[in-house]
Structures are given as C-alpha cells and as structure tokens.
C-alpha cells in the first residue's frame, strides 16, 4: 500500500491562493495516478482535481477549473495543488488520492487516501 500524507493546508482570505503537497512512500510513487477530492462539513466528498501516472493528463470539475492546478514531481513522490482565487466555498478538508489502475477522478475511484489537510478560506 501506497501512504499518503497531506500538508500545505492552513486559513487563508478569499482571492488568496495556497499550494497543497501530497508525498507519497511505500510504493513507487509513478505507478500511481493521483487526485485531490475535498469534504465540507456536512457534505459529501468532491473531486477536485486527477492527474495521470506520467502527469500527461489532468483532470478538473467546473468548479475548480480556471483556479486550481494539479501536478507531480515523481523524482520526489509528490503531488501538489495550487490553488488560486480561492473562494469561502472553497473551504474543507482536501484529501490526496491514489490508484495505480485507474484515474482516481470519483471516491469510488480511489483506493488509497491520505488523512487530509483543513483549507479555511474567508471572506
């Protein structure tokens, strides 16, 4: 099993921006494609954004799309978010997601998590 754990999360004000990290050990860390989903009190998980093993490919909901970037650096196991022009909806705890089989772009998607990192955004 892949572990995953998640930092870079914190309070910010709306339209700032925060760059979320995600390393990975355990397995090798290129086999894997990754994602980001995010939980809101009282919500259901969402996702947020994907990227492919290689980092060829990447993924995004409406929601996001425009201000948030996902990207991988495989020679440090890492996989971030940038996020930008953030908004006070923006505001959950983001989780970093793995599968080695498929882009993990639903929950049911993906098979391993981190234990996620806390985004305020205020306004």
């Known amino acids: 099993q892949v572990q995953l754990v998640e930092s870079g999360g914190g309070l910010v004000q709306a339209g700032g921006s925060l760059r979320l990290s995600c390393a990975a050990s355990?397995?090798?860390?290129?086999?894997?494609?990754m994602g980001w989903f995010r939980q809101a009190p009282g919500k259901e998980r969402e996702f947020v954004a994907a990227i492919s093993s290689s980092g060829g490919v990447t993924y995004y909901p409406d929601s996001v799309k425009g201000r948030f970037t996902i990207s991988r650096d495989n020679a440090k196991n890492t996989v971030y978010l940038q996020m930008n022009s953030l908004k006070p909806e923006d505001t959950a705890v983001y989780y970093c997601?793995?599968?080695?089989?498929?882009?993990?772009?639903?929950?049911?998607?993906?098979?391993?998590w981190g234990q996620g990192t806390q985004v305020t955004v205020s306004s």
């Open positions: 355990g397995r090798t860390f290129s086999n894997y494609h």
């Open positions: 997601a793995a599968n080695t089989i498929v882009i993990p772009t639903t929950t049911r998607r993906a098979k391993n």
